[in-house]
């Protein structure tokens, strides 16, 4: 059990970084999709905050943002950013964007008139294992989180593995096909876990979002490194 | 990328990797349909 009080503060000091990386590049170099990145990534890393929380102590409102941020939205807000970056018809992004911002705000009006037991809450065991009990049976939130799972899943991991299959045809850049691949494969790792959890199986959740946090951090950093620089001419 | 290198993982690796996550990424997706119609039983 001490093992999995600890993994939501690893996955925590990873996914602050990783926020500041992304944010940095946006600042750097504007773009809708590093924007969404940043906003799914910082909702990552609310929920993994929220988690190394609830280990130790009950608030209603840092289980909401769990919930909210952590379970239901992040994935899809990262996978917006893919779509800002693949779909060359803007008007479909913004739609897409349109569509994802009013789930968003439906889900969070769900998550804030959802009530919650306090009582069925036990420190030191992992609120992935006890949220079923906190919250009220098939409460109407829960019934949103597959939707923007599976939006997020198909557009970040499908993306990913659609830049990674460009990239190796067109045989360039093979760090951004690895990092492609790790960022599908830590996308995968999480989606894994959620659905573990979903199923009744909480225990593998925090291993899960470190696993991603971890992948998906490397394959940014291999996905954006600067080409080696050719080498200089010669002088005779 | 060596795509054409000579050895088999050298020319299909790639393809042979992205495949398998795309299996799983569709496994995944089949599950979360299955949870959200009601087919698969959720707690």
Redesign the interface.
Known sequence: MFVQQILPFLSTAVMAPFVVAVARRYLERRGAHLLLWGIGLAMFGLGSFAEAYLALAWNPWIFRIWYLFGAALNAAWLGQGTVYLLVRRRAVAHALLVVLALGSLFAAYLMLTTPLDPAAYTPGRPISEQYREIMPPRAPVRMTTPFFNIYGLLTLVGGALYSAYLLWRRQTFPNRVLGNVLIAAGALAVAAASTLTRLGLGQFLYLGELAAATLMFAGFLLATQRPAAAPAPQRP | ???SSGSFWGRWG??I??GA??L??IG??A???G??VGW?P??
């Open positions: 990328m060596a795509r790639v393809p990797v992205l996550l795309a799983v990424m995944l997706v599950v979360a349909l949870v959200a698969i959720w707690r």
